[in-house]
């Protein structure tokens, strides 16, 4: 089906992916549009990191539907990556350069020569103090790292976003920093796919939750303001479905 006829940024369909005689993905479909933030949660090794390689093109799935922004990551890799903001658990940047040379380089690296101005702004945009804009990346904590991979996302201005598990080790203060700053970025219009163990984050931003097991979504809430979700019953049932994987 065309992008334009669904309207959605991240398409996986009936994806299927094994490593080895190990199957992993068995039917995935998971659909996200433009300014949406997507939760994806799951058991160790329920295969979500591997959703993610797929849609980054560094996993080849056996069958199904992989979109991003209208690209088949398998197909034209530097095409889907161009329209992806990735960050991991542990976000990899220049050790040895300050921030706004790491912002300046790994844009240049992608095509772009934002003035100091813009990387300022983005830097502004995502809190990062300003006393950190030119200290190396090498004295940087978890939450300042990801504020400077998030500044160039925006910089990017790209229409998808995917974390893996961003608020792993990050203190309840800093999750909350960075749940907002990936709430605006989806306001800018982005697509969202957050990989997490952390309910309390998704049901803090996202606008779905999937649970995902055995290969599979078995189970997917909608946000419902005014609370949103009902989170204690979304931990019953989550740890039950991690119970019986
Ligand atoms: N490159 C690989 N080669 C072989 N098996 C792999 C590879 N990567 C992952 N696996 C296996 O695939 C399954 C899914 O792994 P994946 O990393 O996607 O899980 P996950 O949901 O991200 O888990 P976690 O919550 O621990 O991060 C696991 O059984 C894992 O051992
Ligand atoms: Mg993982």
Known sequence: MPLTATGQRIILSDVHLSYGSQPVLRGLTLHVEPGEIYALLGGNGAGKS???????GFTRPDSGTVLVAGHDPA?????????????????ALYEHLNARENAAYLLALA????????IEGAFEATGLQREAWDKRLSGFSKGMRQKVAIAIALLREVPVLLLDEPSSGLDPRATADFNRLV??????????????????????????????DAGRIVDEACAQPPER??????????TREVAVA
């Open 183 to 212: 709430h605006d970025v989806a306001r800018r219009g982005a697509a969202v796919l957050m990989v997490t163990h952390d309910l309390l984050s998704a049901a803090d931003i996202a606008d779905r939750i999937g649970f995902l």
């Open 111 to 118: 095509g772009l020569q934002p003035g100091m101005q813009d």
């Open 229 to 238: 979700f009902d989170v204690r019953a979304l931990h019953r049932k989550f």
């Open 75 to 91: 197909a034209e890799p530097d095409r889907a990556r161009e329209q992806i903001a990735y960050v991991p658990e542990n976000v």
């Open 50 to 56: 591997t959703t993610m390689s797929t849609l980054l």
